[in-house]
């Protein structure tokens, strides 16, 4: 029963796996061959509605608002699109459009919300390298202003910042890396110390990490997939830009997604807790670390094989998920009334999970293959935001599935429900034998519990903590009144005592004053005895 017991009280056995049926979906026709990082949300108008931006290989771009089964916007003859990406990229609390292009192209759309009528033109147009596979807006400096982080299939890590200083606007590069490996993602964390962390995926199952000085920090290999990776040894590339000799690693896809926000249930008791990041493999694997700070005998001995920084931090494992689907594209997601994000992934036969940062999986079968996959907010109807998740078909149709709210629910295990109790109740019967339940008992109240549905269960989960508190009740007067006895006892062998010494003082005062009155009546015979002229021997 114990062992038995234990094993179901296991972290690993609260992870359960379950299935949802998503109903509620708009559905769109958007015609061409759509790469998997073509396709993004977010507010691309600045009129506070979340759209959906999509774009194909023939060179079309085209946006979605609201239920409207039609582009609001267009824009044609841009080339092989293979990136999209929102941001405020100016740094003038706005938003734009950015399409990337594999001829090395990136356009730049500032659309405004009265201006849908149906055409869109970009307002900048630059060029950059090419071959571009990922690329996200964000401030990987820590100097308040937004860059341009780009990734190539050739191992390039680019970093573009907008300046107005010239007489023209323009896209000024800013730094570059060369990685001896292809780049499957990109994305930012947050270190310990508050500062900006750049998470670049490698195709063979490990991570890069670059701090916001531009040093490359550290090389992660979390699966143990990518072969010796402690021992690279990379450095920052300025000019010429050259090779490094690294040695080959597994060509396997890797995405990484940090910054995420954990519930407050599952929040770390440490002081000071570092940043949260997931990561997947093309084989199914996903995991949860934290980066935290190494332990001074943890930390380098100064041989020079490890990456600058290597020595300081760490990344802790918080959990590891195998799903039985290869997992192209992962995304974070916020849902209401939940204090923490959710993680979405999608394999390319349009199976779908949602992970809570329990390792708690909800289960989606989308009903046909993937061509991309994104998820966040869209406005479903004007000022009504909702979380969702979106595919791009082979049959060219964009499905947004908008019911999520309603299916991600935390999965209750039986533990979850009456674990406490029962293993309270264990705890009883091991340290008092005078427990109502006893060890053959034990196995049939188990029983008994699992075939309860979850209204009576709950209901007798009332019933056993009453009872578990009487226990304690019984225990603690049981206790108490041990105590009193232990005390009076005290007290009658004090008061015992007591009496036998006054009884002793008295006698003894007794033949001290008999002893005294001896000696007066000797002495006044002897006197007598002197007085009539006899003498007496003494």
């Not at 017991?5 to 299935?19: E, V």
């Not at 009576?456 to 041990?482: G, H, P, Q, R």
Request: glycine share 6%.
């Amino acid at each position: 029963w114990g062992i038995w017991f234990g094993f179901m009280t296991r972290q690993d056995q609260q992870r359960h796996l379950k299935q949802i049926s998503l109903v509620e979906r708009l559905v769109f026709r958007f015609d061409g061959n759509v790469i998997s990082s073509a396709l993004a949300l977010g507010d691309v108008d600045n009129d506070g509605n979340v759209e959906l931006a999509v774009a194909n290989m023939e060179g079309v771009v085209s946006i979605f608002q609201f239920d409207t089964p039609t582009p609001v916007a267009t824009c044609t003859g841009l080339g092989s699109i293979v990136c999209l990406t929102v941001g405020d990229l100016r740094n003038c609390k706005k938003n734009s459009l950015l399409a990337l292009t594999c001829e090395g192209v990136c356009y730049i759309f500032d659309i405004k919300s009265s201006s849908h009528s149906g055409v869109m033109e970009p307002s900048l147009t630059q060029r950059i390298p090419c071959n571009v596979c990922s690329a996200i807006i964000a401030d990987i400096d820590d100097d308040d202003e937004n860059e341009l982080v780009f990734a190539t299939n050739d191992g390039l890590v680019c970093v573009y910042k907008f300046d107005q200083s010239m007489s023209t606007e323009q896209l000024v590069e800013k730094r570059f890396w060369k990685i001896p490996h292809q780049i499957g993602s990109l994305s930012t964390t947050k270190e310990p110390t508050g500062a900006t962390l750049l998470l670049v995926g490698l195709l063979g199952g490990s991570y890069l990490c670059i701090s916001n000085n531009g040093d490359v920090d550290q090389t992660v290999d979390p699966f143990g997939i990518a072969q010796d990776t402690s021992m690279f040894s990379w450095h920052l590339m300025q000019s010429p830009r050259e090779d490094n000799d690294v040695r080959t690693m597994a060509s396997l896809s890797f995405k990484v997604v940090g910054g995420i926000e954990v519930s407050s249930s599952s929040r770390s008791t440490d002081t000071n807790p570092g940043p949260l990041l997931a990561v997947a493999s093309l084989d199914g694997h996903v995991m949860l670390q934290q980066r935290v700070m190494r332990h001074m005998h943890e930390r380098d001995t100064g041989d020079g094989l490890t990456p600058p920084g290597h020595s300081l931090f760490k990344y802790r494992k918080v959990w590891t998920l195998h799903l039985d689907s290869p997992i192209f594209a992962m995304h974070k997601i916020r849902i209401p009334n939940h204090d923490g994000d959710l993680l979405a992934l999608c394999g390319w036969d349009g199976t779908t999970f949602i992970v809570n940062d329990a390792a708690q999986t909800h289960r989606f079968k989308f009903e046909e293959r993937v061509a991309a996959f994104a998820a966040g907010d869209y406005t479903v109807t004007e000022g009504r935001s909702l979380p969702c998740v979106a595919y791009v078909t082979f049959s060219n149709h964009i499905v947004i599935y908008y019911d999520l709210v309603d299916y991600m629910k935390p999965t209750l295990t039986f533990m979850d429900v009456i674990g406490p109790q029962l293993s309270s109740l264990t705890a009883f019967n091991s340290t008092d034998h005078s427990s109502p339940v006893n060890k053959q008992q034990l196995p049939l109240l188990l029983h008994n519990c699992l075939t309860m549905d979850l209204k009576t269960l709950l209901t007798y989960k009332t019933a056993l903590e009453k009872k578990i508190c009487d226990l304690k009740s019984a225990k603690a007067a049981k206790t108490v009144a041990s105590i009193a006895t232990a005390v009076v006892d005290d007290n009658n062998e004090e008061h015992i005592d007591t009496q036998l010494d006054e009884q002793e003082s008295s006698t003894a005062q007794v033949n001290m004053e008999e002893e005294e009155e001896g000696v007066t009546v000797r002495e006044e015979e002897s006197k007598r005895k002197v007085s009539n002229g006899h003498w007496v021997d003494t």
